[in-house]
């Protein structure tokens, strides 16, 4: 199974709407590959992108 999601980045300079911890990547890598997945994620043209891909079925 492969989830996708892209949200557009904020404009440079705003503040972020909530505060943060800073974990939340870290936490969801850890548990996608605990499932036998695999996490990915980046910045590409504007966006934020996320892609985890699991074993299971769709």
Known sequence: MLIDIRNPLAPAGT??????????????????????GQLDHRNVEGEFRLQARLPWPA
């Open 15 to 36: 503040a972020p709407l909530a505060p943060r911890s800073g974990l939340g990547l870290v936490g969801l890598t850890e548990r996608v590959r605990l499932a036998g």
